[in-house]
């Protein structure tokens, strides 16, 4: 692809990226992307990516390097420090997204990653970073979690709040100190993840299992 393609590439993404984040992914119209990027020939959208499911991966994927680079520097170094305390965990999550609040266009994929933990459909299709967090899903199962509930719980739960506060903190004007806002939530998502598991959820989850066992049984 020569320069110009490339140019034109890199136009239609920031346009997606900054509709996607202001409208949502639906409610961004492909045709107003392409105007907004400048782009007289209507079909340079289908041309580079063929559908809108491409080109929000093209839309993550520019900002999600930077994430992924952060986080693996962060949970190598947790991991060589052989650390075991929660705050530490919640700090990987936290700390390489919330970074993304003082990036040229990070405010708006933070909020279309709120949006994506949102929809199951497209969460369970990779786009939500989880290559990237693999490292820091498997040990989060490993550290004193509620041997009573799924780690799987905890852990998309402690990654809905860290997207829905970022997403939140995105949307606010004027703030360009977030020192005190991420160390807030890392203590928030922290404390989720050490959540105690209360004597009626226990009851709950054990009749919830239950019942599944006998629609299976009469299957």
């Not at 279309?112 to 299709?125: K, S, T, V, W, Y």
Request: with cysteine; proline share 2%.
């Amino acid at each position: 692809m020569d320069r110009r393609g490339n140019d034109a590439r890199d136009k239609l993404v920031d346009s997606a990226r900054d509709l996607f984040g202001d409208c949502g992914i639906e409610g961004a119209s492909l045709r107003e992307i392409t105007r907004v990027a400048g782009q007289a020939n209507t079909s340079a959208l289908q041309y580079h990516f063929g559908d809108r499911e491409s080109l929000l991966d093209a839309v993550l994927e520019k900002h999600q390097v930077q994430v992924d680079a952060r986080r693996a520097s962060l949970l190598e170094e947790f991991e060589t420090r052989e650390q075991t305390d929660l705050r530490g965990l919640a700090s990987v999550l936290v700390r390489p997204s919330a970074a993304m609040l003082q990036v040229e266009g990070g405010k708006a994929y933070l909020r279309i990653m709120a949006e994506l933990i949102r929809d199951p459909e497209r969460f369970g299709r990779d786009r939500f970073g989880l290559r990237g967090s693999l490292g820091w899903w498997t040990l989060a199962a490993k550290l004193r979690m509620p041997e009573s509930v799924s780690p799987l719980h905890r852990r998309f739960a402690a990654m809905q709040l860290c997207f829905s506060e970022l997403s939140r903190r995105a949307s606010t004007k004027r703030r360009s100190d977030h020192r005190l806002f991420v160390s807030d939530l890392i203590d928030l998502t922290a404390g989720l993840l050490a959540s105690p598991v209360s004597k009626e959820t226990e009851k709950l989850l054990k009749e919830r299992d239950s019942k599944r066992s006998n629609d299976r049984v009469r299957t």
